[in-house]
């Protein structure tokens, strides 16, 4: 059986999984927010011990890699590598939005896709974009490329329904993850283990802090 572990750190609650062909073997997620650097080594250690599969014997891991909180995909990607280079174990990294896009099934030659980046921004992306050159857009800039060039717009963010009307939900189910994961490894689209980076996308932001 090819076994892979899962690491997605990259939003508010983070999500470690581990399968192979057969399922879905085990399953941990945060419950409480951005909490990622408190759980992940945790989580990781009991789903080797519920499913009985040592680090050792993986096949690859995969992470997912951005966009996405910078914290949160620095934390998941280091550990990842860190389980790649002491066990020589292959890396997959994974971007959220060509998993959007993979798991729509009803995607078409005008769907795009978005994930919140910071108030007001957001990560899209679309059919005329590829996800390694997705676009950065204010709420302003969003609405009027959408409506130019007539998109339907999704997300798996269901919170985004709240702020924009015209959006439409998708969901992304663990089988769906899998089949990408598999896909990625069958096709041996595997990262370069040393010069692997978080795919930010957006410059980093820092506040001024005033000196008394």
Same mark, same amino acid.
């Given at each position: 059986?090819? @076994? ?5 750190? /990259? ?15 085990? +399953?941990?997620?945060?419950? /409480? ?5 408190? &759980?992940?080594?945790? =989580? ?28 949160? $995909? ?20 994974? @971007?959220? $939005? ?5 798991? =729509?099934? @009803?995607?078409?030659?005008? !769907? ?11 990560? &899209?992306? !679309? *059919?005329?974009?590829? /996800? /390694? ?39 992304? !189910? =663990?089988?769906?993850?899998?089949? +990408? +994961? &598999?896909? =990625? ?6 990262? *370069? ?5 978080? &795919?930010? $996308?957006?410059? +980093? ?8």
């Amino acid at each position: 059986m090819t @076994n892979i572990l899962y690491i997605d750190t /990259s939003g508010k609650y983070s999500l470690i999984m581990l399968f192979n062909e057969q399922g879905i073997l085990a +399953v941990k997620n945060t419950t /409480s927010l951005n909490e990622h650097a408190q &759980f992940i080594n945790i =989580h990781i250690q009991e789903v080797v011990e519920e499913t009985g599969i040592p680090l050792s014997s993986l096949h690859a891991v995969c992470v997912m890699n951005g966009p996405g909180s910078y914290t949160g $995909l620095r934390i998941g990607l280091a550990s990842a590598k860190g389980i790649c280079y002491a066990f020589n174990t292959p890396l997959i990294l994974l @971007n959220q $939005l060509d998993l959007m896009c993979a798991c =729509h099934t @009803n995607h078409t030659h005008d !769907s795009a896709y978005i994930i919140k980046a910071r108030e007001n921004e957001y990560f &899209f992306t !679309s *059919d005329a974009i590829q /996800s /390694s050159q997705a676009a950065l857009k204010s709420t302003q800039e969003l609405e009027e490329y959408i409506q130019a060039k007539q998109y339907k717009l999704f997300t798996s963010d269901e919170l985004l329904l709240k702020e924009l009307s015209y959006i439409q939900y998708i969901p992304i !189910s =663990h089988d769906c993850i899998k089949r +990408v +994961v &598999f896909t =990625h490894y069958l096709q041996k689209n595997l990262a *370069d283990l040393m010069h692997s980076e978080p &795919f930010y $996308l957006k410059n +980093v932001y820092i506040n001024k802090i005033n000196k008394l």
